[in-house]
Each structure stands twice: as structure tokens, then as C-alpha cells.
């Protein structure tokens, strides 16, 4: 499975933007997909996960009620809308596969899309 995340970009505080990764790969729409982001000097931290189907989804705290995750099997892309951002938004931002489950267990990585939110 290889992984491609997009959408990335400069935006205001209150902006909204929407990510994509783009999966290739036969088992690609078998496995779950999340989403992970790093801020400069933090961590690597989860944000939202979707399972195979699209039909169960997980978020963080910090994006619950701003973040809706979701997938286009037919399209083998998972999306991530961003809404009412926030400076603290800011990282960069990665798409995996992996296990569903609680927590996500990650199995490929994409390379990550940066993004930054000014105040």
C-alpha cells in the first residue's frame, strides 16, 4: 500500500481546508485509514481514523466537531475536512494504514502535507 496526502496549505484562523490521501494498491480499501499530525517540536499524534468501510470513525479531542474524516472507496481516497482551524492546527500532517481499532495501529505511512494556520 503507498499513501499520497494532499491539500495542505497556508490559511487564516476560522479557515477551513480539506486533505486527501490517495491510496494505491490492491488492499488498500481493506485496511482502515488515519490521520496523524506533528507539530514542530511534538510529537507525532493521532487526529481521526475511518475503518475499511467508511462506517465507523474516531477522532481526537481536538477534533471532534471541526474534523469529518471519510472515504471514497471507489476513488481510493480518504478525506479529511478541516473546519474552523486554529493556530494550534498547525503541523504536518500524515495519512496511514493500518488496523482498525482503539487505539489505530498504523502499517504505511504517506508522506506528510504541511499545514499552517495564522493568527
Known amino acids: 500500500v503507498q499513501l499520497q496526502a494532499s491539500g495542505g496549505g497556508l490559511v487564516q484562523t476560522g479557515d477551513s481546508l480539506r486533505l486527501s490521501c490517495a491510496g494505491s494498491g490492491r488492499h488498500f480499501s481493506s485496511y482502515a485509514t488515519a490521520w496523524f499530525r506533528q507539530a514542530p517540536g511534538k510529537e507525532r499524534e493521532f487526529v481521526s481514523a475511518v475503518n475499511w468501510r467508511g462506517s465507523d470513525t474516531d477522532y481526537s479531542d481536538s477534533a471532534k466537531g471541526r474534523f469529518t474524516i471519510s472515504r471514497d472507496n471507489a476513488e481510493n481516497t480518504v478525506y479529511l475536512q478541516m473546519n474552523s482551524l486554529k493556530p494550534e492546527d498547525t503541523a504536518v500532517y500524515y495519512c496511514?494504514?493500518?488496523?482498525?481499532?482503539?487505539?489505530?495501529?498504523?502499517?504505511?505511512w504517506g508522506q506528510g502535507t504541511l499545514v499552517t494556520v495564522s493568527s
Open positions: 496511514a494504514s493500518g488496523l482498525w481499532g482503539i487505539p489505530f495501529r498504523p502499517r504505511y
